[in-house]
């Protein structure tokens, strides 16, 4: 088995369709030998109806349940099951070209030291977002970085989403812990971060990570998600968690250095942009997305402690 396609669901009945049915029009695939694996993340709706229904035309489809909820157990679930050398993750609202697997695979041959690729992400949404929402729409998985193969550099904290990120499974098994700090979202809990950690690790590692805008995929963007009751309690989660990536791999005094340096910097940039928006943070939503995540920054640390995160693993 050359490629696992892991798409890791919650409730996803209503959207797997339009993914399974994009997956039966790949092009170029015959030399490559896939499969097609659903992970249910404790769903209650009737997803294992649909799968049920599809895996009578698509035989290599096939599914687990993780009983753990978040994102980062049901990634983990996904290696752990996968019959792939590569395991390329979608999400069940996220929508392949018809070129994307070919993609997949020959970004592997052409790039022996890749641990992890990610795709390139278009947003299709339900209804027009609003003004300057490209500053923040990375926080939904848009990932637009060019024409060009790009490689993250090792000493940059920028990496990529989960959505169309391809890792070897090899390199996951070898350099990535088995427990890590963030789990991911649940219901009535946005703290978010776990794929950021799980690359740090990689980032961490001999192994590149790598962009690669061959690999096209489209985010389907509900209305709900452009609403500031969705958008600000999401950036929240992003920033709670960011403690755990700004300082991973440091330790002892340099750890505690690094941390005063983050707070000083967030707490400035606070100001700033209050000195900037001003009243206009209640009416912006943009505006009111990047405060939530700036002040949700500036507690990071002191909320992943309190709530009992950081004595998970050692760091």
């Not at 020959?106 to 022996?112: D, N, V």
């Not at 989960?162 to 890590?180: D, I, N, Y």
């Not at 940039?269 to 912006?284: A, P």
Request: charge should be positive; hydrophobic fraction near 40%; include cysteine.
């Amino acid at each position: 088995m050359d490629i696992t396609v892991a798409i890791p669901t919650y409730n996803g009945a209503a959207r797997l369709p339009e993914v399974f049915r994009q997956l039966q029009r790949q092009e170029q695939t015959e030399a490559i030998a896939w499969e097609i694996l659903v992970v249910d993340n404790n769903s209650t709706d009737s997803i294992q109806e649909v799968i049920a229904q599809f895996q009578t035309i698509m035989p290599h489809l096939r599914w687990c349940r993780e009983s753990m909820q978040g994102a980062g157990f049901a990634r983990r679930c996904a290696f752990r099951e996968a019959g792939g050398g590569l395991v390329a993750f979608l999400d069940d609202d996220t929508i392949p070209d018809a070129r994307w697997l070919n993609a997949v695979a020959q970004f592997a041959k052409t790039h022996p030291r890749a641990g992890a690729y990610a795709s390139r992400v278009h947003a299709d949404y339900a209804v027009p977002p609003p003004p300057n929402f490209d500053r923040i729409a990375a926080f939904l998985a848009i990932t637009e970085r060019g024409d060009q193969p790009l490689l993250y550099r090792k000493n940059s904290r920028l990496l990529p989403p989960s959505a169309g990120l391809v890792v070897r499974k090899s390199v996951w098994q070898q350099f990535v812990p088995q427990e890590m700090i963030l789990s991911g979202r649940t219901e009535g809990n946005m703290l978010t971060g776990e794929d950021l950690e799980m690359l740090s690790h990689i980032q961490a590692s001999p192994w590149e990570i790598w962009y690669n805008p061959a690999m096209e995929i489209t985010h389907k963007i509900p209305a709900g998600r452009l609403e500031k009751r969705y958008l600000v309690p999401c950036l929240r989660g992003v920033g709670l968690s960011r403690y755990v990536t700004r300082t991973m791999g440091t330790k002892g005094v340099r750890k505690y250095l690094l941390t005063l340096a983050y707070l000083g910097n967030d707490l400035k940039k606070i100001l700033w942009h209050l000195l900037k928006y001003r009243t206009r943070v209640r009416t912006d939503l943009v505006a009111a997305c990047e405060l939530s995540l700036l002040t949700s920054s500036l507690i990071s640390p002191f909320f992943l402690w309190r709530n009992g995160y950081l004595g998970k693993r050692k760091s």
